[in-house]
């Protein structure tokens, strides 16, 4: 990942990005009924509570359009700023987008690897289902870019604009990131402290890159490797059926429970690793540069 060159954009006053941030978030919320409701009522969605990946994929991109439209329009017309402060930019970030999956990799495997031989969970069976593997990847995809764009692309993107530390808005746009996920089944404070951290994990490299594919790398394959890879629920959720048929022997907060991984305290003890980690890496380079 490379390190964007420090550059001085007008700084705009604090109560100013708050307002404009929840404006964004009042019209993202009232876009997404606006688009879902008739895309869930042509697929079918109100007819059951089980969705399909279709159906996922048709209102997870309404979603999407929902985070995106407003997105744009607040950043010409509200902060009069480039589209490219978004952190779309994608010529050179190849790497970036390898490196969110090889730290996906390294966060499931090592934590699965524990769980496993804690005994936390086991392994009862393999259902090789390419359709649902490509399926759920897509719609992991449309979730990812989403969130992204919202959490870290639009909410803190305004947040480093202003002359508060980078850190504290960080942990900001990792609160809203972890309420935007409270009415999930499940939830509880454990996952609730972990989203908090997923927020914080996801958003590290941001601070200094301003450049989004790492961390839809990194959000794509983590929701991806944990359900219809592996078989845990995803944020309480499960998208189809799995590659990995797991079973807990009980609910707990080594395995994350009905919750997911993201309800372990395996997962807690891995995130807070990984973000040291980046934080050490880009502030060991900035130094360097420097020196």
Not at 218 to 241: A, D, T
Not at 269 to 291: C, N, P, Q
Request: net charge positive; glycine share 10%; hydrophobic share 55%.
């Amino acid at each position: 990942m490379e390190q964007q060159e420090k550059f001085q954009p007008e700084e705009p006053k604090l109560g100013y990005v708050f307002v404009r941030i929840l404006i964004y978030v009042l019209v993202f919320m009232f876009l997404s009924a606006i688009f879902s409701i008739p895309v869930m009522i042509w697929v079918g969605v109100y007819e059951t509570s089980v969705y399909t990946l279709p159906q996922y994929a048709a209102l997870q991109t309404s979603i999407l359009f929902a985070a995106f439209l407003p997105a744009l329009f607040m950043l010409k017309y509200f902060d009069h700023r480039p589209f490219k402060e978004l952190g779309l930019g994608i010529k050179g970030r190849g790497k970036d987008i390898l490196l969110g999956m090889l730290a996906a990799g390294v966060l499931y495997g090592v934590g699965f690897g524990i769980s496993l031989a804690l005994g936390a969970v086991e392994i009862v069976g393999l259902d090789v289902n390419v359709i649902n593997l490509a399926g759920s990847f897509g719609v992991c995809l449309l979730v990812a870019l989403t969130e992204e764009i919202m959490v870290r692309g639009y909410i803190l993107g305004r947040l480093l604009q202003t002359k508060m530390n980078k850190f504290i808005s960080l942990g900001i746009s990792s609160v809203i990131f972890s309420l935007m996920h409270m009415f999930n089944p499940n939830t509880a404070f454990l996952p609730m402290l972990n989203l908090f951290l997923a927020g914080c994990l996801l958003g590290v490299a941001f601070l200094y890159t301003r450049n989004l594919w790492f961390p839809i790398s990194l959000h794509l394959f983590w929701n991806w490797f944990q359900g219809p890879v592996l078989g845990y629920k995803v944020s309480g959720i499960s998208l189809c059926p799995s590659f990995v048929k797991l079973k807990l022997p009980e609910d707990t907060i080594i395995n994350g429970g009905a919750f997911g991984f993201e309800g372990s305290v395996i997962c807690t003890a891995l995130m807070i690793l990984m973000t040291v980690g980046i934080i050490w890496y880009f502030e060991k380079a900035d130094r360097l540069r420097h020196s």
